[in-house]
């Protein structure tokens, strides 16, 4: 199985190193030249069994394999719009392993259709001063990854369940400021602090 990973982030170095070394996949990380390609990619889980993994000669490439079976995405929602063209270079379903906001994952399909998997990790990752990655993998919590569908009756459901009234739920979904301020947060978080994970704490 050949999975193409887009982003060699934290996130994405944890998923595809996990691949290519518990799993034998062949991986290939999908990047931008621009940027500083860590290699060796280092990983050292901080839970569990502690164990070490070392890709000494990661694959990348700035392009989508045309042999690539699926694509996993570790990057920002901004950046993933901005990859649509390359994305488009491959039928291969595409993994979002990214957090979304509902007006993110409402917009997203309209771009790459049904072969879009929301997901989401269970992965807490950061890369340290030596460029090492370090992870965390709760065993209690697993990578889910969602069939497509609407997401607003899901939420629906979630908040009538927990006596939230139609008008205050609605309302909340058409807050175009609290919108505004959350992308907002987020836009300084992975630009000014060049946060790659989360759970992430700035002090």
């Known amino acids: 199985m050949h999975v193409a990973v887009v ?13 290519a070394a518990r799993a034998a996949v062949d991986v290939t990380f ?21 164990a070490l993994i070392r890709l000494d000669e990661p694959r990348f490439s700035t392009r989508i394999p045309k042999d690539a079976d699926l694509i996993l995405t570790c990057v920002s929602v901004n950046d993933l719009t901005a ?19 509902p007006v993110d994952r ?24 030596r460029g090492h990655v370090r992870y965390w993998l709760p065993r209690a919590a697993q990578t889910l990854v969602e069939e497509p569908r609407p997401l ?11 006596g939230i009234p ?6 909340c979904l058409t807050d175009a ?11 300084t978080a992975v630009e000014q602090y060049k946060v790659t994970g989360t759970p992430a704490f700035v002090l």
């Not at 940027?35 to 901080?46: A, H, T, Y």
């Not at 990859?83 to 906001?101: G, N």
């Not at 309209?110 to 340290?128: C, E, I, N, W």
């Not at 139609?166 to 309302?171: G, L, Q, S, Y």
Request: aromatic share 6%; glycine share 6%; hydrophobic share 40%.
């Open 166 to 171: 139609e008008a205050k739920f609605k309302a």
């Open 106 to 129: 409402d917009a997203l399909p309209k771009a790459f259709g049904k072969r879009l998997f929301p997901a989401m990790p269970s992965v807490t990752a950061y890369r340290d001063d």
């Open 177 to 187: 400021n609290q919108r505004s301020q959350l992308e907002t947060i987020r836009k």
């Open 30 to 50: 999908v990047v931008r030249t621009e940027r500083p390609l860590p290699s060796p990619i280092v990983l050292e889980r901080v839970d569990g069994d502690r």
């Open 83 to 101: 990859l649509e063209p390359v994305l488009d270079d491959s039928a291969a379903p595409i993994v979002v392993l990214t957090p979304l906001l």
């Open 152 to 162: 607003l009756p899901v939420i629906d459901t979630f908040v009538r369940a927990r």
């Open 7 to 19: 982003g060699a982030g934290a996130l994405g170095s944890v998923y595809g190193g996990r691949l």
